[in-house]
């Protein structure tokens, strides 16, 4: 079950402006890419469920998270139907993050009342899922769309908070043109949580850049 109610993960997700997205598939190493997210400010991490096992993996990291890391909001990617959707929320997500909109899971996670990030694309694809009850809108693949597409969802729905993911990078120029924009926050994986980082074991370094990209946010959202 959810440790965190929608809206306070919603909440979370505006006041850091940062989730970053993670999978691996040995426990051990993602543990230590966990905490060295959490110790470099980052109180959301989107676990995203693309390998075998991997539901295993989370619940072992979700436990640690819960023992270990007060605070942290673990949720789940990459979720495809209500079923795996489910899977994920018994063993204790507090967001769902999918790649398209889909009723189903709009449905299963309500029924719960927790968070769900569906990936959109169309301002109709946006109006439909906030029909359903959505919060934040993924923005999916974002890179496609950049901030300019933000800027003309706003237009006509400045109540619509958005989340883009792919094509985020930890720069200041490439951060202020999506928040300017008016994003609600960020989803950033690999170019937060490097392949480098991973073959070197480098936490330290990811902890550093972590902190750097949320105290960009903060100054640029000032």
Not at 49 to 68: P, S, T, W
Not at 104 to 114: E, L, P, S, T, Y
């Amino acid at each position: 079950m959810a440790q965190y109610t929608r809206l306070e993960v919603a909440q979370t997700m505006k006041d850091t402006g940062l989730v970053p997205l993670f999978f691996n598939s040995d426990i051990e190493l993602s543990k230590n890419v966990l905490k060295a997210c959490y110790d470099g400010g980052a109180r959301l991490l989107e676990f995203t469920a693309r390998g075998d096992f991997a539901h295993e993996v989370f619940g072992a990291l979700i436990k640690y998270a819960i023992k270990e890391l007060p605070g942290m909001i673990m949720g789940v990617g990459s979720v495809t139907d209500a079923a795996q959707a489910s899977l994920y929320m018994a063993l204790g997500a507090n967001f769902i993050v999918t790649p398209v909109l889909r009723e189903d899971i709009a449905i299963a996670c309500n029924r719960r009342k927790v968070l769900w990030s569906p990936g959109c694309g169309s301002l109709t694809e946006i109006a439909r899922a906030e029909e359903l009850g959505c919060e934040i809108v993924k923005l999916f693949p974002g890179d496609i769309y950049g901030p300019q597409f933000v800027k003309g969802i706003k237009g006509p729905q400045p109540w619509t908070s958005m989340m883009p993911t792919g094509g985020v990078s930890p720069t200041e120029e490439n951060l202020k043109g999506w928040f300017d924009a008016g994003v609600t926050c960020v989803g950033m994986g690999s170019q937060l949580i490097s392949k480098t980082i991973i073959s070197n074991r480098d936490f330290k370094t990811l902890e550093a850049t972590v902190r750097t990209v949320l105290d960009l946010i903060k100054t640029i959202k000032k």
